[in-house]
């Protein structure tokens, strides 16, 4: 991102001196579907941001200017409300929970601009929402804390895009740290930095450009299916409250019995809650052949057992899973679409896309994007 010319255009369309935030889309290394099962999530920020140029205003009003949508959009601090812009929601839902929370805050000019692929899984809303919330905090003086500014965006999606999402992605964007994934503990929010270092190698996203339909009323059935199995554990087992509580042994005795498709699910969960420790502690010791194994046991479970990915994704992953230099490789998100992510041998990289895009235009008539990400330092201010 070319900073100079932001701050230009900044200037070109507010006519005053702009702040620029910059807060990073996401990848998750390891744990899907754990995070409303009470366990853990290792993601970590990119090197693909959104970047927001802000300046106070005098007065009470929002003005808004997107580069990507060439687009502006005018408000005001007393009478903000829900648009038919999608991506002026993300900052007027955040202006909103900030306001809503008792702050004063003053009108403001803000010029957007970023690099993170829409829709494609990386988590731009997030990266957009935090943005924002820095902005805001930093203009208004309002000193909240790093933790409730990923809280205050991860609400404004929920309210203002009406996604109801954990919180990994807002988490991810405001404490990334570069070289490091995080590990964070869904329950009592405690996280911890783990070292990610790729000698030699690199995390490639093959994104497959689709979002099939099924993706929601999926999710909404494995959630009631995660619950429903903690319902039966309990009724042997008070002190179990999620997932994150059992063990395969609680669930061979309690669940398979009642009901194998319930059964099957919830082994997934909680075999992938495992996984997530076993590779916290690989990376710890640098073990990224472990790490490869455990992503590739993630995806076999989410296509097989908890049945949320879709031909797209498992055509790419079992295309690279036996390739010496594709060291470990699983669909990332929900699932029905997005991106797989790859740790892929630098060296081989760029005949693996060319080779891969092909096969898939010609399995699905779809175009492959691919993009080379780094880990990242989370939100933070540019002077
Ligand atoms: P994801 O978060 O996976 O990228 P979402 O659908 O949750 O996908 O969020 C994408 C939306 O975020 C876009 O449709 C747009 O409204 C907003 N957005 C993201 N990046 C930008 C950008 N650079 N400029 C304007 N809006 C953006
Ligand atoms: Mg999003």
Redesign the pocket.
């Known amino acids: 991102m070319d900073i100079e010319r932001l701050r230009k255009a900044f200037r070109d369309v507010f006519q005053t001196e702009p702040v620029l935030v910059k807060s990073p ?1 996401r990848i998750n290394i390891i744990g899907e579907h754990t995070d409303y099962n009470e366990g853990f999530v290792m993601p970590a920020a990119i090197n693909k941001a ?1 970047y927001v140029a802000v300046s106070k205003r005098e007065d009470d009003e929002i003005h808004l200017y ?4 060439q687009a502006s959009y005018q408000s005001s601090v007393a009478a903000i409300e829900i648009s038919d812009l ?2 002026a ?2 900052v007027l839902g955040v202006a909103d929970q900030i306001v809503k929370r008792g702050y004063k805050i003053a009108g403001f000019n803000l010029y ?17 929402e935090c943005a924002t919330a820095f902005a805001i905090d930093y203009l208004n003086d309002l000193q909240i804390s790093q933790m409730d500014l990923a809280l205050i965006s991860q609400k404004a ?1 929920h309210v203002f ?1 009406g ?1 109801n999402c954990g919180i990994m ?1 807002q988490f991810a964007s405001v404490f990334g740290k570069k070289d490091h994934a995080v590990l964070l503990d869904c329950r009592s929010m405690e996280y911890e930095y783990i070292p990610l270092k790729l000698d030699g190698y690199k995390f490639v996203l093959l994104n497959t450009n689709v979002k099939h339909s099924l993706a929601d009323s999926a999710y909404n059935k494995r959630r009631l299916q995660c619950e429903q199995g903690v319902a039966w554990i309990k009724m042997h087992h008070p002190e179990v409250n999620s997932l994150r509580d059992a063990d395969l042994k609680i669930l061979k005795d309690y669940v398979e019995p009642k009901d194998t498709e319930v059964y099957q699910k919830c082994k997934f969960v909680v075999e992938e809650i495992a996984r997530i420790q076993q590779a916290a502690a690989a990376l710890k010791q640098g073990n990224l052949v472990a790490l490869g194994e455990l992503m590739l046991a993630t995806h076999e479970g989410l296509s097989k057992e908890y049945e949320v990915s879709c031909k797209e994704l498992d055509f790419l992953v079992n295309y690279v899973k036996n390739l010496d230099y594709v060291l470990g490789a699983r669909m990332m998100g929900g699932g029905f679409g ?1 991106c797989t992510i790859n740790i892929v041998k630098d060296e081989e990289i760029d005949s693996l896309i060319a080779t891969v895009s092909t096969l898939y235009s010609k399995e699905f008539g779809l175009t492959l994007d691919t993009y080379i990400v780094e880990t990242a330092n989370g939100s933070e201010l540019i002077a």
């Open positions: 889309g959104i997107s580069e990507s949508y999608g991506w929601n993300y957007l601009d970023g690099n993170v692929p829409l829709g494609a899984g990386l988590s731009s809303s997030a990266a957009l999606e895009a996604v992605d997005g």
